[in-house]
């Protein structure tokens, strides 16, 4: 029988072994037993303990999202990290080791505190954490490399808590701080998200100049990196929707440049039958109508019918939707026959997916309602039945003979 001791080296390793593997419950699974196995191979050493539930907690987070449990476990690490240094005489190894056990609690907890929208806690233990980082480097415990890639999940960190908090300027100065930090480890792809943070800040001031600025900065990153690749599509689809509700009309008229670059990128990397280009499309629609093209508009909507069937399902809310835009626009450019058949296909489905009284099926019932009304509608309505009429009862042939 394999003793204690061992038993925490191979669940330990294969922890390390699953994470690698990017299987996380099994991961999981082998620290809990970490957990357990350490209580007997440590004993009184509290810190050991502590360093076992502290990672837990961080793969619970990480790994599942899981904030109350990972909040649950780092109650149990703070304690025993507590304890370890007010009654023990701790060396200087032990020290640092408990430092960066610190660190790792700090971290966690504001992960788990921003993931539980408990803001205030989320932000003073990012802090907490900036100043356990600064003490361990100094001691040389971690390299450059290390503190600048820990510094920047703390100013990646902080900007979301300033932000939710309704701090713009604050938020905005993190964002700095974190360009600052990759243009000095020269990972310039990096820089993209940051200025995609800065711009949607700006965006929710509507301070659309500068959110166009600096997106239009990480354009020109994502473009020299990957000029077709997933997140230059992105970029420019983030561009395009900037750029159209700008109210000067030189942004409107070079989004629809954005849209057709987006669209292009889209195709390119995730595929046309993919949510991400056919949202995309979309939004270049309504751009398009905006802008009076309806014809266009009408062709890209009608041929993505297919796909979206395909996607999506038949009877799904984004069919229906597509339905309802092509019998919208069919409705003000007059061709109410095609509007009747288009919008009475999406009345079928929501019916389906909403039922009668849902007020998305009311407003498309009350669009049937009223083209049903239409002359041109009745008239075809009529012929329809006497068709149908017709074909249900047929002429009796003459027998040839003469009365």
């Known amino acids: 029988m394999m003793p204690p ?28 037993r970490c957990v357990a196995l350490t209580r007997l191979v440590a004993g009184e050493k509290q810190l050991k303990l502590a360093q076992a539930h502290a990672k837990l907690a961080k793969a619970y987070l990480q790994f599942k999202g899981w904030g109350l449990q990972a909040l649950e476990h780092l109650a149990f ?12 005489a701790c060396n200087e190894g032990e020290k640092l080791e408990a430092l960066a056990c610190h660190l790792s609690v700090h971290l966690t907890q504001a992960g788990a505190s921003l993931l539980t929208d408990n803001l205030e806690e989320a932000g003073s233990s990012f802090l907490e954490a900036e100043k356990v980082l600064n003490d361990l480097y100094q001691h040389g415990v971690m390299n450059l490399e290390e503190k600048m890639k820990t510094q920047l999940e703390i100013t990646s960190g902080l900007c979301r ?42 965006q929710e001031r509507d301070h659309l100049n500068k959110a166009i600025d600096y997106l239009s900065k990480a354009h020109t990153i994502a473009m020299s990196h990957s000029p077709e690749g997933l997140e230059g599509a992105q970029i420019s689809h983030s561009l395009a929707m900037v750029l159209s509700a700008a109210p000067d009309q030189h942004h409107n ?24 280009f056919l949202a995309a499309q979309d939004n270049f629609c309504r751009y398009l109508l905006m802008n009076g093209q309806q014809e266009k508009c009408l062709e890209i909507q009608r041929a993505s019918l297919e796909s979206k069937r395909s996607t999506f399902g038949d009877l799904s809310s984004e069919v229906a939707e597509t339905l309802q835009l092509i019998g919208s626009v069919e409705m003000t450019e007059g061709r109410m026959n095609q509007a009747y058949r288009t919008m009475t296909e999406c009345l079928d489905i929501q019916s389906l997916l909403y039922g009668l009284q849902h007020k998305k099926t009311r407003a498309v019932q009350k669009a049937v309602n009223t083209l049903a009304r239409e002359p041109e509608v009745v008239e075809r309505q009529q012929h329809s039945r006497r068709k149908k009429k017709i074909d249900k009862f047929p002429a009796i042939p003459s027998s040839g003979k003469k009365i």
Do not use: W
């Open 161 to 202: 808590v300033y932000t939710r908090q309704n701090r713009p300027e604050e938020a905005l100065s993190q964002c700095e701080k974190s360009l600052d930090l990759l243009k000095n480890c020269n990972k310039f792809d990096k820089m993209c998200s940051v200025y995609k943070d800065m711009a949607t800040i700006e």
């Open 5 to 32: 001791e061992e038993k925490f080296i191979h669940f330990n390793c294969r922890a390390q072994a699953n994470e690698d593997n990017q299987e996380f419950d099994a991961c999981i699974q082998d620290l809990v």
């Open 253 to 276: 008229e070079t989004a629809g440049e954005y849209f057709e670059r987006s669209l292009h990128a889209y195709r390119n990397s995730v595929g046309p039958h993919d949510p991400t």
């Open 77 to 88: 690490a703070k304690e025993l990290l507590l304890f370890h240094s007010s009654v023990l």
